[in-house]
């Protein structure tokens, strides 16, 4: 649990070019260059081959590399836990694609959440509870 006055998660204010030891971990650290590099490639890659672009989250697990992806091209995010989905949503990402069952106690109450929050695909929505979950927030 945070101390009070202490988020969980809190904006790191390091400058570019700090020493290593002056980023608190964990932290995600990119080479800008070789990141749009490849955000570029990928794009044009996947329009070249005529195929929709749909990256999976778990590499970065950030809503800010999701919309810079989405706006270079991809339909959307992938991830395996409702609750990264949740995540990249509530971080503005719009269209998100759980590639992962949702079974379990705990967790079967998530289509039911999914239903009353997102606007969810119409095939998959009949079987949430079984399947992949494809929603698009409202």
Same mark, same amino acid.
């Given at each position: 649990?945070?101390?009070?006055?202490?988020?969980?998660? !809190?904006?790191?204010?390091?400058?570019?070019?700090? /020493?290593?030891?002056?980023?608190?971990?964990?932290?995600?650290?990119?080479?800008?260059?070789?990141?749009?590099?490849?955000?570029?490639?990928?794009?044009?890659?996947?329009?070249?081959?005529?195929?929709?672009?749909?990256?999976?989250?778990?590499?970065?697990?950030?809503?800010?590399?999701?919309?810079?992806?989405?706006?270079?091209?991809?339909?959307?995010?992938?991830? !395996?836990?409702?609750?990264?989905?949740?995540?990249?949503?509530?971080?503005?990402?719009?269209?998100?694609?759980?590639?992962? !069952?949702?079974?379990?106690?705990?967790?079967?109450?998530?289509?039911?959440?999914?239903?009353?929050?997102?606007?969810?695909?119409?095939?998959? /929505? !009949?079987?949430?509870?079984?399947?992949?979950?494809?929603?698009?927030?409202?």
């Amino acid at each position: 649990m945070a101390s009070e006055g202490v988020t969980a998660m !809190q904006d790191m204010n390091v400058a570019i070019g700090a /020493s290593i030891d002056d980023i608190d971990t964990p932290a995600l650290i990119v080479d800008l260059d070789a990141f749009e590099h490849n955000l570029r490639h990928m794009a044009a890659f996947t329009r070249a081959a005529g195929i929709r672009l749909r990256p999976h989250a778990k590499t970065h697990k950030c809503p800010d590399v999701a919309l810079l992806q989405i706006a270079a091209g991809a339909v959307g995010q992938c991830c !395996q836990k409702v609750g990264e989905a949740e995540a990249l949503v509530h971080g503005g990402v719009r269209d998100v694609l759980v590639s992962n !069952q949702i079974v379990g106690a705990g967790k079967s109450k998530a289509p039911i959440y999914l239903r009353r929050n997102f606007i969810v695909d119409d095939l998959l /929505s !009949q079987c949430l509870a079984q399947c992949t979950c494809h929603f698009v927030a409202r």
